[in-house]
């Protein structure tokens, strides 16, 4: 027995190592996608993080950067927190497999076949959740999930533990210890909350007899526990501390946060007593009970860090949770909304009221005081609303997705809408439960899950057609009516390492194990029931809870990983299924020897060897390089703007933890319409002076100023300043009565100026003295919006205040979101845009004049690229997406251009040899975004060059027109597009060629055109 237990915990330790081995050879070594960048930033600064904070995260997150050598090493180190995490998950894993598997065997000893056969079920099944496609994902990145999968592991592991040994005297410290593994998991992810049914049910077969009224009864206990920990005390405590606090100090007089403090010793006080109490009176379940709860507000506790950290006001500070009231706000995630879930409206349902104004506290004068409301949501038109609304959301895409979805064709119902009586259609409750069904639970989950354990088409998002994102399997005669024949695909799409197969391996051995697992009697019964129930809880219970909108901004796969963890388990029992029909002809030891090691190849082996390329990441420093060379892009001292999470997570990385030119305010407009993140610009971080501001936070506290109309009072154009000092004005007559009674804000015109000191912008170097005959008297733009928000207000306030004495920048983004009014005042100077007194009309896509020296510097001198043509690294679609090669190679364009035009000849060309040596056929094919650079080689007299590079994206046109015309009816359709652009394409390498005298390329494309354009209308005529 001792030399079983022996082995059992090697075996254990083994696959920790083997985990550790595979997680540390393939982990990013910096940070890899914008979540990452702000939980690393985070962790490493002592920094609050977006809500709702992950504060035991953090502070393992910490604790691992206190070993990093260097600042560059911060990354690293909390990323081998993910790694470690991971492998710990793995190790448990094992041991819950093990000891489930030992249970389908009856009697108290096991014969040395039987043994083995429990050991390899461990192996195999932990090893294939190693490999497992989302599971690594998360295991290598300073990402939450990875933590959280162990604590969904350890707690399940525990109790399995207290099952072993449930009748003895100490038996239930193991209960204990799984509430304050919960409580502390509550500061990583609510993910593993959702273990607790399945842990209620292995309680309740080992503590009752079966009955299915105990089972119904034993679910709701555990439904009820895990319902009463996430709406009862995580917003509860919080709540119930910013009662307590608002007294202290208002009524009493006391500091901020004396209430918490006071609750605090009324916690301990009562648990004291209350300890006590069921001690003397032997009332062990109580006091069992008791002790779980105290144990879950001890993990929980650790929320304190957060209000701790935003007290210091450090330089990332979201929503500055640093009182009870803002704490509530942070936890509940106010800021980004919620979703409807038992009763909800359709997408066009008609608003007829809003619910009662939500007020707003902040810290004034020493006192908790109301300075606002915040709408309290829409009331719906009641016929346009259903139970179990899925189909919710009235954004245009999402609606057009919803009504393709669902095939939505609707009923007619007859509604008032604003006074005024309309027939909508209203979708029919089958056409919701057809959304559910195909979207949430085909599309966002068992699509997820078939990437795991069949196959995975690539790592493209998919958004449902057939080229991207789909499952696939290997097996031609299935994935063929799915995502079309493969047998005339360009090279680099068949051969892309992101395209992974298991012929189904995995799935067919998991099902094996959850047959096998369920025919074993009683024992197998009862533990598919608790494994099925993790399995739905952390599956398809998740999707009807998040009750997605179609068009995530990505792959949602890694919030699935508890369910995969669970099939994983059936995966490992598979083992067991195979050596019972091996163990009729080879008996004993070598029968369970052989079916451990059919399946460890079959199913761990291959997972490993299709997805260790693209899984693997350590040489990727793409994103890190990018965000350097945003700020690299600014002048010193510069106000830079940014837009969402992409865009400014990696900068703040960058800047707070590796020190990146900290001179640079970094302002992301997204945050812009809160007051507490227009307040943290106003204070100077780092070598960072603070933004200028003309108003007072009195002024635009949440639930005032939230829009800004517009009044034609004034007949022409205002000087911006003025019409702030207008804005923020407390006379009456500044303000206008809107429908409601409320008085809201207003700006006197649409059209504003900005009156440009030359000799300052001079000398500021914002215009160089080159330019000088270029500059405006003024700045003149037009906003045609009937209002503007927080965030734009905020925006036109700080230009005004500065008054051209800093740079101010913004991102590429905002070229393109219609939040920025000047878009004709810009100058080009690498991934940012400047703000100059020059005006340079947007055209298309092409926005700002171009000063090619600063330019040239910038990108030839400045810029750096972290491995982004190495032809050993894979550029997964989150580098891609992180990196923007097109807007790159526009930026590269743009200057060649530029210096072709100054008659920097050589310059041109040697900006052109850098952007395809950075982008290389091989690694990104070139395509129609290549374009303009081979025209820019012709230009500049290389024809070699250029024809050279044409000849590439012709092949690259041909080979992909190639693959269009052999696509069945069914798929050509929805290429059309792309078949259309990319004759476009060769059409306009044609002309190129012909302008450029290049006659024996000209023949040779033109021919190849015109007999492919035959080819597809022969196609469409047939």
Same mark, same amino acid.
């Given at each position: 027995?001792?030399?079983?237990?022996?082995?059992?915990?090697?075996?254990?330790?083994?696959?920790?190592?083997?985990?550790?081995?595979?997680?540390?050879?393939?982990?990013?070594?910096?940070?890899?996608?914008?979540?990452?960048?702000?939980?690393?930033?985070?962790?490493?600064?002592?920094?609050?993080?977006?809500?709702?904070?992950?504060?035991?995260?953090?502070?393992?997150?910490?604790?691992?950067?206190?070993?990093?050598?260097?600042?560059?090493?911060?990354?690293?180190?909390?990323?081998?927190?993910?790694?470690?995490?991971?492998?710990?998950?793995?190790?448990?894993?094992?041991?819950?497999?093990?000891?489930?598997?030992?249970?389908?065997?009856?009697?108290?000893?096991?014969?040395?076949?039987?043994?083995?056969?429990?050991?390899?079920?461990?192996?195999?099944?932990?090893?294939?959740?190693?490999?497992?496609?989302?599971?690594?994902?998360?295991?290598?990145?300073?990402?939450?999930?990875?933590?959280?999968?162990?604590?969904?592991?350890?707690?399940?592991?525990?109790?399995?533990?207290?099952?072993?040994?449930?009748?003895?005297?100490?038996?239930?410290?193991?209960?204990?210890?799984?509430?304050?593994?919960?409580?502390?998991?509550?500061?990583?992810?609510?993910?593993?909350?959702?273990?607790?049914?399945?842990?209620?049910?292995?309680?309740?077969?080992?503590?009752?007899?079966?009955?299915?009224?105990?089972?119904?009864?034993?679910?709701?206990?555990?439904?009820?526990?895990?319902?009463?920990?996430?709406?009862?005390?995580?917003?509860?405590?919080?709540?119930?501390?910013?009662?307590?606090?608002?007294?202290?100090?208002?009524?009493?007089?006391?500091?901020?946060?004396?209430?918490?403090?006071?609750?605090?010793?009324?916690?301990?006080?009562?648990?004291?007593?209350?300890?006590?109490?069921?001690?003397?009176?032997?009332?062990?379940?109580?006091?069992?009970?008791?002790?779980?709860?105290?144990?879950?507000?001890?993990?929980?506790?650790?929320?304190?860090?957060?209000?701790?950290?935003?007290?210091?006001?450090?330089?990332?500070?979201?929503?500055?949770?640093?009182?009870?009231?803002?704490?509530?706000?942070?936890?509940?995630?106010?800021?980004?909304?919620?979703?409807?879930?038992?009763?909800?409206?359709?997408?066009?349902?008609?608003?007829?009221?809003?619910?009662?104004?939500?007020?707003?506290?902040?810290?004034?004068?020493?006192?908790?005081?109301?300075?606002?409301?915040?709408?309290?949501?829409?009331?719906?038109?009641?016929?346009?609303?259903?139970?179990?609304?899925?189909?919710?959301?009235?954004?245009?895409?999402?609606?057009?997705?919803?009504?393709?979805?669902?095939?939505?064709?609707?009923?007619?119902?007859?509604?008032?809408?604003?006074?005024?009586?309309?027939?909508?259609?209203?979708?029919?409750?089958?056409?919701?439960?057809?959304?559910?069904?195909?979207?949430?639970?085909?599309?966002?989950?068992?699509?997820?899950?078939?990437?795991?354990?069949?196959?995975?088409?690539?790592?493209?998002?998919?958004?449902?057609?057939?080229?991207?994102?789909?499952?696939?399997?290997?097996?031609?005669?299935?994935?063929?009516?799915?995502?079309?024949?493969?047998?005339?695909?360009?090279?680099?799409?068949?051969?892309?390492?992101?395209?992974?197969?298991?012929?189904?391996?995995?799935?067919?051995?998991?099902?094996?194990?959850?047959?096998?697992?369920?025919?074993?009697?009683?024992?197998?019964?009862?533990?598919?029931?608790?494994?099925?129930?993790?399995?739905?809880?952390?599956?398809?219970?998740?999707?009807?809870?998040?009750?997605?909108?179609?068009?995530?901004?990505?792959?949602?796969?890694?919030?699935?990983?508890?369910?995969?963890?669970?099939?994983?388990?059936?995966?490992?029992?598979?083992?067991?299924?195979?050596?019972?029909?091996?163990?009729?002809?080879?008996?004993?030891?070598?029968?369970?020897?052989?079916?451990?090691?059919?399946?460890?190849?079959?199913?761990?082996?291959?997972?490993?060897?299709?997805?260790?390329?693209?899984?693997?990441?350590?040489?990727?420093?793409?994103?890190?390089?990018?965000?350097?060379?945003?700020?690299?892009?600014?002048?010193?001292?510069?106000?830079?703007?940014?837009?969402?999470?992409?865009?400014?997570?990696?900068?703040?990385?960058?800047?707070?933890?590796?020190?990146?030119?900290?001179?640079?305010?970094?302002?992301?407009?997204?945050?812009?319409?809160?007051?507490?993140?227009?307040?943290?610009? !106003? $204070?100077?971080?780092?070598?960072?002076?603070? =933004? *200028?501001?003309?108003?007072? @936070?009195?002024?635009?506290?949440? /639930? +005032?100023?939230?829009?800004?109309?517009?009044?034609?009072?004034?007949?022409?154009?205002?000087?911006?300043?003025?019409?702030?000092?207008?804005?923020?004005?407390?006379?009456?007559?500044?303000?206008?009565?809107?429908?409601?009674?409320?008085?809201?804000?207003?700006?006197?015109?649409?059209?504003?100026?900005?009156?440009?000191?030359?000799?300052?912008?001079?000398?500021?170097?914002?215009?160089?003295?080159?330019?000088?005959?270029?500059?405006?008297?003024?700045?003149?733009?037009?906003?045609?919006?009937?209002?503007?928000?927080?965030?734009?207000?905020?925006?036109?306030?700080?230009?005004?205040?500065?008054?051209?004495?800093?740079?101010?920048?913004?991102?590429?983004?905002?070229?393109?979101?219609?939040?920025?009014?000047?878009?004709?005042?810009? !100058? $080009?100077?690498?991934?940012?845009?400047?703000? =100059? *007194?020059?005006?340079?009309? @947007?055209?298309?896509?092409?926005? /700002? +004049?171009?000063?090619?020296?600063?330019?040239?510097?910038?990108?030839?001198?400045?810029?750096?690229?972290?491995?982004?043509?190495?032809?050993?690294?894979?550029?997964?679609?989150?580098?891609?997406?992180?990196?923007?090669?097109?807007?790159?190679?526009?930026?590269?364009?743009?200057?060649?251009?530029?210096?072709?035009?100054?008659?920097?000849?050589?310059?041109?060309?040697?900006?052109?040899?850098?952007?395809?040596?950075?982008?290389?056929?091989?690694?990104?094919?070139?395509?129609?975004?290549?374009?303009?650079?081979?025209?820019?080689?012709?230009?500049?007299?290389?024809?070699?060059?250029?024809?050279?590079?044409?000849?590439?994206?012709?092949?690259?046109?041909?080979?992909?027109?190639?693959?269009?015309?052999?696509?069945?009816?069914?798929?050509?359709?929805?290429?059309?597009?792309?078949?259309?652009?990319?004759?476009?394409?060769?059409?306009?390498?044609?002309?190129?060629? +012909?302008?450029?005298?290049?006659?024996?390329?000209?023949?040779?494309?033109?021919?190849?055109?015109?007999?492919?354009?035959?080819?597809?209308?022969?196609?469409?005529?047939?």
């Amino acid at each position: 027995m001792q030399h079983t237990k022996l082995i059992n915990n090697i075996l254990g330790w083994l696959v920790f190592i083997v985990a550790c081995i595979t997680y540390f050879a393939t982990l990013e070594p910096t940070v890899s996608w914008w979540d990452c960048g702000e939980f690393i930033t985070s962790a490493f600064k002592l920094e609050v993080g977006h809500p709702p904070g992950a504060p035991t995260f953090m502070i393992l997150g910490r604790i691992f950067t206190l070993f990093a050598p260097d600042v560059t090493k911060a990354a690293v180190m909390v990323n081998s927190l993910s790694a470690i995490a991971s492998a710990a998950t793995i190790m448990f894993l094992y041991w819950t497999i093990v000891h489930l598997a030992r249970k389908l065997f009856p009697g108290e000893k096991l014969n040395t076949g039987e043994q083995i056969a429990v050991w390899g079920s461990g192996l195999v099944g932990a090893l294939a959740f190693t490999f497992t496609d989302s599971f690594w994902f998360s295991a290598v990145e300073g990402e939450v999930y990875a933590l959280s999968s162990l604590f969904t592991a350890m707690v399940f592991w525990a109790i399995l533990k207290w099952e072993n040994v449930a009748h003895e005297k100490y038996a239930n410290r193991w209960l204990v210890l799984i509430a304050y593994l919960m409580g502390l998991s509550i500061g990583v992810h609510l993910l593993n909350l959702l273990a607790i049914p399945a842990i209620g049910m292995v309680y309740y077969f080992k503590k009752y007899e079966f009955s299915w009224k105990g089972v119904i009864y034993a679910l709701a206990a555990s439904m009820g526990i895990l319902l009463g920990i996430q709406y009862g005390i995580i917003p509860g405590v919080p709540h119930v501390a910013f009662i307590f606090d608002r007294i202290f100090v208002n009524a009493f007089g006391l500091p901020f946060n004396s209430g918490i403090l006071f609750m605090g010793a009324l916690v301990v006080a009562g648990s004291v007593w209350g300890i006590n109490y069921t001690r003397k009176r032997n009332k062990v379940v109580l006091n069992t009970a008791l002790t779980m709860v105290i144990v879950i507000l001890i993990g929980y506790s650790s929320f304190a860090l957060i209000v701790i950290r935003a007290s210091a006001n450090p330089p990332m500070n979201q929503n500055s949770p640093d009182n009870a009231f803002a704490l509530v706000r942070y936890l509940n995630r106010e800021q980004y909304g919620d979703r409807p879930l038992v009763k909800g409206p359709y997408y066009n349902a008609p608003r007829i009221a809003t619910k009662a104004p939500k007020e707003q506290y902040n810290k004034v004068d020493g006192k908790y005081e109301i300075t606002g409301t915040m709408p309290g949501g829409s009331v719906y038109e009641s016929k346009m609303e259903t139970i179990f609304p899925r189909m919710y959301s009235d954004k245009a895409n999402h609606v057009q997705a919803y009504k393709e979805w669902g095939k939505v064709k609707g009923t007619p119902v007859r509604v008032r809408d604003r006074g005024e009586v309309k027939t909508l259609q209203k979708p029919t409750f089958a056409e919701n439960l057809r959304f559910f069904f195909s979207y949430q639970v085909g599309h966002m989950y068992m699509r997820y899950f078939m990437w795991n354990f069949v196959g995975r088409q690539n790592d493209v998002q998919g958004h449902g057609g057939f080229q991207n994102g789909n499952w696939v399997s290997g097996i031609s005669f299935i994935d063929e009516p799915k995502t079309g024949p493969r047998d005339n695909m360009p090279e680099w799409m068949k051969n892309d390492p992101s395209r992974n197969v298991y012929y189904f391996l995995p799935l067919l051995l998991g099902l094996l194990g959850l047959f096998f697992q369920y025919n074993q009697g009683k024992k197998g019964k009862e533990t598919f029931a608790v494994t099925m129930l993790l399995f739905i809880l952390t599956g398809i219970a998740i999707v009807v809870y998040l009750n997605q909108y179609p068009y995530q901004p990505r792959e949602r796969d890694y919030a699935y990983a508890g369910s995969f963890y669970a099939f994983a388990i059936w995966i490992g029992l598979g083992v067991l299924a195979i050596h019972s029909g091996l163990k009729k002809v080879l008996k004993g030891a070598p029968g369970a020897v052989l079916a451990t090691a059919i399946s460890l190849i079959t199913v761990p082996g291959v997972l490993a060897s299709q997805n260790w390329d693209d899984h693997d990441r350590s040489g990727k420093y793409m994103t890190r390089d990018y965000a350097k060379n945003y700020l690299e892009s600014c002048a010193p001292n510069a106000i830079l703007f940014t837009y969402g999470d992409n865009d400014t997570f990696p900068l703040w990385y960058v800047q707070e933890v590796e020190g990146v030119r900290r001179d640079i305010k970094i302002v992301n407009i997204s945050y812009l319409g809160m007051d507490w993140y227009i307040s943290q610009q !106003q $204070f100077k971080t780092y070598d960072a002076d603070p =933004v *200028p501001f003309s108003f007072t @936070k009195d002024k635009y506290y949440m /639930g +005032r100023m939230d829009a800004v109309l517009f009044q034609g009072r004034i007949k022409g154009s205002v000087e911006l300043s003025e019409a702030m000092d207008f804005l923020g004005s407390d006379d009456v007559r500044t303000k206008i009565q809107v429908t409601n009674g409320d008085m809201m804000d207003y700006l006197p015109s649409r059209d504003f100026h900005i009156t440009v000191d030359k000799q300052k912008v001079l000398d500021s170097g914002t215009v160089k003295q080159k330019d000088a005959d270029l500059i405006a008297d003024r700045v003149s733009f037009r906003i045609s919006d009937n209002l503007i928000s927080k965030s734009e207000m905020a925006v036109l306030n700080m230009i005004a205040a500065n008054n051209w004495e800093r740079p101010i920048y913004i991102d590429h983004s905002l070229i393109f979101t219609g939040n920025i009014h000047f878009l004709d005042w810009l !100058q $080009f100077e690498g991934l940012a845009y400047r703000f =100059v *007194p020059i005006r340079t009309p @947007k055209q298309g896509v092409t926005a /700002g +004049r171009i000063d090619a020296e600063i330019l040239y510097d910038n990108v030839m001198n400045k810029f750096v690229w972290g491995n982004v043509n190495d032809p050993d690294i894979h550029m997964d679609e989150y580098n891609r997406k992180q990196i923007n090669i097109m807007q790159t190679q526009y930026m590269f364009t743009r200057l060649s251009q530029a210096l072709l035009a100054e008659g920097e000849t050589e310059k041109a060309i040697e900006v052109a040899d850098k952007m395809f040596e950075l982008f290389p056929n091989e690694k990104i094919p070139l395509d129609y975004s290549s374009f303009q650079m081979a025209a820019q080689y012709y230009g500049a007299g290389a024809i070699e060059k250029g024809n050279e590079k044409v000849r590439i994206m012709a092949d690259n046109c041909f080979a992909l027109l190639d693959y269009y015309a052999s696509l069945p009816d069914n798929f050509a359709a929805a290429v059309q597009n792309e078949q259309n652009r990319q004759i476009s394409h060769l059409r306009n390498l044609v002309i190129l060629t +012909r302008n450029y005298k290049q006659d024996e390329l000209f023949a040779e494309l033109d021919a190849k055109l015109q007999e492919l354009i035959a080819r597809f209308q022969i196609k469409a005529n047939s």
